[in-house]
């Protein structure tokens, strides 16, 4: 061999071990073992590089092309941030207009083509426009043929069950307070369309409010936000709530959902408190094995079905003997075949 042959026969760089070694096993047909001996590779090895090169993932050499080259990228994106500052942009927005062009940089790089041209750091931006916010009340007119994107949309196959059951009649019978704008039914519909989105507080309102299809379905421009729905929270009587409460037993049994033919499941449940020292009675807590602090609540269930007929909460230590046998026996318990009047629900 010539002087320089221990180049191609012990090549140094991995690249060129991998093209020596694919160039003895394609071109002089030996074997993988003798190939992966010759160049420090086991066989599985050399297999493997000769199918990414009959895939056409293996590159080993690169094509310039000769010719004059096109104007630097330095000049260009000097003189669009040029333009771009001109129009009053900040730094960080010229870089996501660059960037969005086609011409990445970062505010960094901006910042310094800036300060080369001598331009000095842009001034305190006033504050940002406020939107005014969508206010809830009644929609005059239908909106025939518009279109509102819903992300809650699943609360509509409530729409069917609330209509079946008069829930509006039933509301302006209890007696439930109303606003100016705002009906007794907007009010009583937006808290149970919250309760039905898994949001336990009224604090939680603000992605309900922010949905355009949700305020159509109840027939307003948007819902009420969460201020409205704690503070009608506390101008509700009891009385409204038991009277709502007597009348949504009564349609339910008249719709056939109540019918009391299979008996009841009567319970207590404890629902224990956390937080500060309040004057609690303690009752036994099963999740927790132990007597601490917590709200006794009765519930009473059609056996049949999956409603609750009653449910009363405060429940005293000394009343809960015999409560059940009461609930059944009573004046104003429930009977079988005869017409159920609920006491004392939430």
Request: aromatic share 8%; net charge positive.
């Amino acid at each position: 061999m010539r002087a320089g042959a221990e180049y191609f026969v012990e090549p140094g760089e991995p690249a060129q071990r991998r093209y020596e070694a694919l160039r003895c096993y394609f071109v002089d047909d030996a074997s993988a073992e003798a190939v992966g001996a010759r160049f420090g590779y086991s066989p599985a090895t050399v297999h493997q590089l000769a199918a990414e090169l009959r895939a056409g993932r293996t590159s080993f050499f690169r094509s310039s092309k000769p010719g004059p080259k096109g104007p630097r990228k330095t000049t260009t994106v000097r003189d669009r941030v040029l333009v771009l500052r001109a129009q009053d942009r900040s730094v960080t927005e010229i870089a996501e207009a660059l960037t969005a062009q086609g011409h990445p940089v970062s505010a960094q790089t901006v910042w310094a083509i800036l300060k080369s041209e001598g331009l000095e750091r842009r001034g305190p931006g006033g504050p940002a426009p406020r939107l005014e916010p969508v206010r809830a009340k009644a929609i005059s007119d239908w909106p025939a043929g518009a279109r509102y994107d819903c992300d809650h949309a699943g609360l509509y196959l409530l729409l069917p069950a609330m209509a079946e059951l008069g829930l509006d009649t039933l509301v302006g019978a209890a007696r439930y307070p109303g606003t100016k704008v705002l009906s007794s039914f907007h009010s009583l519909a937006s808290l149970l369309l919250l309760k039905a989105s898994r949001r336990g507080r009224a604090a939680n309102a603000f992605p309900l409010g922010a949905d355009p299809g949700l305020g159509l379905a109840l027939g307003l421009v948007a819902l009420p936000k969460a201020t409205h729905l704690t503070s009608y929270s506390y101008r509700v009587r009891r009385s409204s709530n038991v009277a709502l409460l007597e009348g949504l037993a009564r349609r339910c049994r008249q719709i056939g959902l109540y019918h009391g033919q299979g008996g009841f499941n009567l319970d207590f449940h404890t629902i224990r408190h956390v937080g500060e020292q309040v004057p609690l009675e303690e009752h036994y807590v099963v999740s927790r094995s132990q007597r601490t602090r917590s709200v006794l609540t009765f519930f009473a269930q059609d056996h049949d079905r999956d409603g609750l007929r009653q449910r009363r909460r405060h429940q005293g230590r000394t009343s809960q003997r015999g409560d059940r046998l009461r609930r059944v026996r009573g004046p104003r318990g429930f009977r079988t075949g005869t017409t159920m009047i609920p006491v004392w629900k939430l």
